[in-house]
């Protein structure tokens, strides 16, 4: 299990995101059922400290669902190694969000202004560049861990070695650097140094 702070302080974190991003997106078309970004996109990149929230969420659901997403996950990871971009596997048959409520940031800090379809989203240049710091402020609280496509971080917290390393805030990215560098996966503290801002 996460320490409880920690999911609090990320909580923080998506909660001033949100609240700084409402003047950028006041026009965009996002709605439920629009799911463009979660099929097409190709990058549903994370922090450890997310998919390890996500990985006890999957764990809780019922054993049906647990397979297909674990299926789809592994559909994922193979298209992805091919180049290919990859249907989220956490978007359900009705284009809705299986995880709405614990889904990446990289979900959260995106939005769009005009159709997304064939053209990617239409974002301000402020958001982009406050999505960017946000994800900052999200690998330095999540310093002994990585970041990558969700996929793939999964699949490194399936490893029960890795994830007592992880979990109990030790620092080892020599144990995981053949991983890392075939899955493309950053170390955080590596990439974001400094101090989270904490609420
Ligand atoms: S980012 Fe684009 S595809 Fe995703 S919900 Fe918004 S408008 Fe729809
Ligand atoms: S986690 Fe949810 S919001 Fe993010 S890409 Fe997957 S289905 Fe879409």
Do not use: W
Not at 109 to 129: F, H, I, V
Not at 160 to 172: E, I, M
Request: aromatic share 6%; proline share 5%.
């Amino acid at each position: 299990m996460l320490p409880l702070s920690l999911e609090k302080n990320l909580e923080a974190i998506y909660a001033r995101h949100a609240q700084t991003l409402e003047e950028y997106a006041r026009e965009a078309l996002c709605r439920p059922g629009c799911a463009f970004c979660c099929t097409d996109v190709g990058a549903v990149d994370a922090s450890t400290l997310e998919a390890a929230r996500i990985r006890h969420r999957l764990l809780s659901m019922p054993g049906k669902e647990q397979k297909h997403v674990a299926r789809a996950l592994a559909e994922n990871r193979k298209t992805l190694m091919q180049k290919g971009i990859a249907r989220c596997a956490f978007l359900n048959a009705e284009n809705l969000c299986h995880i709405y409520d614990i889904r990446p940031f990289s979900c959260r800090g995106l939005y769009s202004e005009r159709e997304c379809k064939g053209n990617g989203a239409a974002m301000r240049r402020g958001a982009r560049d406050l999505a960017g710091q946000t994800f900052r402020q999200i690998q330095a609280l999540d310093s002994p861990g990585y970041s990558g496509h969700i996929a793939h971080l999964l699949l490194l917290l399936d490893d029960a070695d890795f994830r007592k390393t992880y979990l109990s805030g030790a620092f080892h990215p020599e144990r995981i650097h053949v991983f890392g560098k075939a899955h493309g996966l950053v170390i955080n503290r590596v990439v974001s140094p400094s101090a989270p801002v904490t609420p």
